[in-house]
């Protein structure tokens, strides 16, 4: 019996194999059997027989293996604050990624309707169905359909001419969940609706390319479920949190085990995580077409200009962008070609590729737990794939050159706290501080309002060096970029005064917000505007009309004169002698500026060409608008910074930055609200970025700290310490 007894597990080691080996079976099965809708048959489910008994024999070989740290001994009063990051941490995962949910076979009634009505443009009335599948992925047969009217079924689909509108197609019987139509759209299509389990839906198939799309129906939500459908998705969600959360567990004991998990293992998990996400950024260029704007043409004009000509440096546009076109040999015969728009799309593809990577690797290196870091790792290259970011590659426009170098230079403050002191210190310093400068000035001449991002963040980390809250290696560094960023402030200053970059602000300004405004236009006719009616037409004319009759019509002479000599001093007067208008309207602005929708500028590669439901999904949980996530942020930043920092923990923490990036969100919103009055919410896109990043770096900082080991709030502490690690 002694000898039996000791193979057998401790009845807290017991209860939590048998826990984890069943939440982790029944989790891979349904990510193995996940279909395309984001539902699993339950039929999968039989292979619980198989697999379970498999993974509670591993698991409990392996607790015998750990020996001191067992499963039960993270119950320990001692032990408990893993638990609770294990939690915590399955938690995010779960509002983060999309979890496969069951597809119950239940009685559904769906009816499609003929309605024998079209768009204008439409040549026919036509409605075709080409397939019919439950969200199981089990297919409908379309000879189950009740037919009426003037619709048939042919060898490969059920379709409708619209000769007699009403003429429906109808089914009743077992489906399940929800259902997936194939539709036809063409030329010669017409409007069907769609009735399913009472809810109607209506779908206008004219499109001027033929395609075959499919259109998701009726997928169960928690509000339209059954009992039984509910009791199913809450054992779905509980089984998968468990699973979550035992494997942290698990993850957890494996480490206090060894001190560190095994590099192999580590070196592996950070591959998968590097394949997964190049796989997911190599489906954007399958959904998104290349694609060239109005802006692009000044883009390539300026960058045919000479290298050694004053004004590609120093111009109407900045240099960034046209020095890339000159490298690709772009230029203004060619710039609209397939092949140019592609060369222009692959290469900012992989920039962004590069620079996010060089981010991850950054803030991953910072945490303290291997588990946590490479979770930090995954989480910032995934944040990176959301459309807010991805989409703007194949377009040739700033953004994806902008948001690239800001995640690289985002990098490049935080890899000095953690670079060996004798590097950071010595002759190694300077040459990174002299690669950080340079990669800021692309940044910073990639978009001029990116500048005031540099020079507020900059002051803000050289302000926390004075104070000595940063490490004592860095100090120095931050102080010295600190200097940089002013220098560059009044250089970049100089070249928007010599390239008259300032000029079109002042134009769109006074077309759309001065002189619409009684008052704003009042205060300008004062300061010397000349304001005739040929200059009040500018108001109902689209940005480049304008543009050419400010820029060239002798008519507008007087108004170029004054612009000219005090345009600017004008305008700035007004904005700090109208505090409502300038630095009240931001805040009032905030949906615009933090959580703009760009999607306007996508272009598909055929018409009707949805986003991938993966890449969606990534989008709504990792870009979330929802305004409680959004208040919440902020609170786990200003709470990151306090435990860090009571903690004297500024060696590889990375809290200055996201602080820093918080504090610098209103003055990119005062400076984006007030610098162009066009396409705000492309213009403030970095805005909503920064915001959310700093939020989630703030939240994996937290994890960190819970999991750390020595990390207890009855430790906090505000006393320095004298030697800061590294």
């Known amino acids: ?42 039929r999968s489910l039989r292979w619980l027989t198989l697999l379970f008994p498999a993974m509670l024999v591993g698991i409990l070989y392996a607790s015998k293996k ?105 089914y009743r019987g077992p489906l399940g969940g929800g259902v997936v139509l194939q539709l036809r759209y063409n030329q010669d299509a017409g409007i069907l609706r769609v009735i399913f ?12 390319q ?39 567990m698990a993850l957890s004991l494996a480490s206090r085990a060894q001190r560190r998990p095994a590099s192999a293992l580590v070196a592996l998990l950070y591959l998968g995580i590097f394949a997964v996400f190049l796989f997911t950024k190599q489906m954007y260029p399958q959904f998104n077409a ?42 203004l015969d060619n710039y609209t070609a397939r092949d140019s728009l592609g060369a222009v799309a692959q290469a900012q593809h992989w920039f962004s590729v590069l620079c996010w990577t060089a981010l991850a690797v950054a803030f991953a290196r910072t945490m303290r737990n291997a588990w946590v870091a490479a979770l930090a790792f995954g989480l910032v290259l995934f944040f990176s794939l959301n459309l807010g970011v991805s989409f703007w590659d194949s377009l040739m426009l700033s953004e994806s050159l902008s948001f690239s170098f800001f995640a690289l230079v985002l990098a490049l403050w935080i890899m000095p706290a953690w670079l060996p002191e004798k590097f950071i210190t010595g002759a190694g310093g300077y040459l990174y501080l002299l690669f ?64 008259n970059r300032w000029q079109i602000h002042i134009y769109d300004h006074l077309a759309k917000r001065i002189l619409p405004d009684p008052e704003a236009r009042a205060y300008f006719i004062a300061a010397g505007l000349p304001v005739n009616d040929r200059l009040m037409a500018i108001t109902d004319m689209f940005g480049y009309e304008y543009h050419d009759l400010l820029d060239y019509d002798p008519s507008m002479a007087a108004v170029r004169a004054w612009i000219n000599q005090s345009g600017r001093s004008t305008f700035f007067r007004y904005l700090l002698t109208h505090p409502a208008a300038s630095l009240w309207k931001p805040i009032l602005e905030t949906e615009a500026l933090v959580n703009g929708n760009n999607l306007e500028y996508r272009y598909p590669k055929h018409p009707l060409q949805p986003v991938p439901d993966f890449i969606a999904q990534l989008t709504a949980r990792l870009y979330p608008h929802a305004p409680l996530i959004l208040w919440l942020m902020p609170a786990m930043i200003l709470l990151a910074a306090f435990l860090q920092r009571a903690n004297n923990d500024t060696g590889r923490s990375a809290w200055w930055l996201a602080l820093a990036i918080l504090l610098t969100l209103y003055p990119m919103m005062f400076i984006t609200w007030n610098g162009n009055p066009l396409e705000i919410e492309r213009h403030a896109a970095q805005v909503g970025i920064q915001y959310r990043l700093s939020g989630w770096m703030s ?28």
């Not at 033929?210 to 009791?231: F, H, L, M, N, Y």
């Not at 692309?442 to 000595?468: M, P």
Request: net charge neutral; with cysteine.
């Open 1 to 42: 019996m002694q000898t039996l007894r000791k193979y057998l597990p401790e009845r807290g080691d017991a209860v939590f194999s048998m826990a984890a080996a069943f939440s982790w079976s029944y989790l891979i099965i349904a990510l193995l059997n996940r279909n395309e809708y984001g539902f699993f048959a339950l």
């Open 66 to 170: 750990l020996r001191s740290a067992t499963p039960a001994s993270l119950l320990h009063s001692e032990n408990r604050q893993a638990l609770i990051a294990s939690l915590a941490t399955a938690a995010v995962i779960y509002l983060l990624f999309p979890f496969p949910n069951p597809a119950l076979v239940t009685e559904q009634h769906l009816v499609l309707i003929s309605t024998g009505e079209k768009q204008a443009s439409s040549a026919g009335h036509v409605v075709e169905v080409r397939e019919a599948r439950g969200l199981d992925g089990a297919e409908l047969p379309l000879d189950r359909f009740q037919l009426s009217g003037d619709w048939r079924l042919t060898r490969r689909s059920l379709a409708s001419e619209g000769r007699e509108p009403g003429a429906s197609a109808e």
């Open 197 to 208: 389990n009472g809810i109607e839906s209506s779908y206008d198939l004219y499109t001027e």
């Open 210 to 248: 033929g395609i075959t799309v499919p259109v998701q129906i009726g997928a169960p939500t928690w509000q339209s479920a059954d009992p039984a459908q509910k009791a199913w998705l809450t054992l779905n969600a509980a089984l998968s949190m468990a699973a979550l959360t035992t494997l942290g």
């Open 290 to 331: 290349e694609r060239a704007f109005r802006d692009t043409y000044s883009y390539v004009a300026h960058a045919e200009l000479p290298l050694w000509n004053i004004e590609f440096w120093a111009g109407q546009r900045t240099f960034t962008i046209p020095l890339l076109y000159k490298l690709l040999g772009i230029n």
């Open 436 to 499: 950080s400068a340079l990669a800021t000035v692309f940044y910073t001449f990639t978009r001029d309002t990116n500048l005031y991002f540099v020079l507020a963040c900059a002051g803000i980390l050289a302000a926390l060096a004075v104070l000595r809250w940063l490490p004592a290696k860095v100090q120095w560094h931050y102080i010295l970029f600190a200097v940089f960023a002013v220098g560059l402030f009044f250089y970049q200053n100089w070249t928007l005064q010599a390239g």
């Open 699 to 726: 939240l994996l900082m937290l994890l960190d700290w819970l999991y750390a080991p020595g990390s207890s709030i009855r430790r906090l502490s505000f006393r320095r310490k004298t030697e800061q690690p590294g």
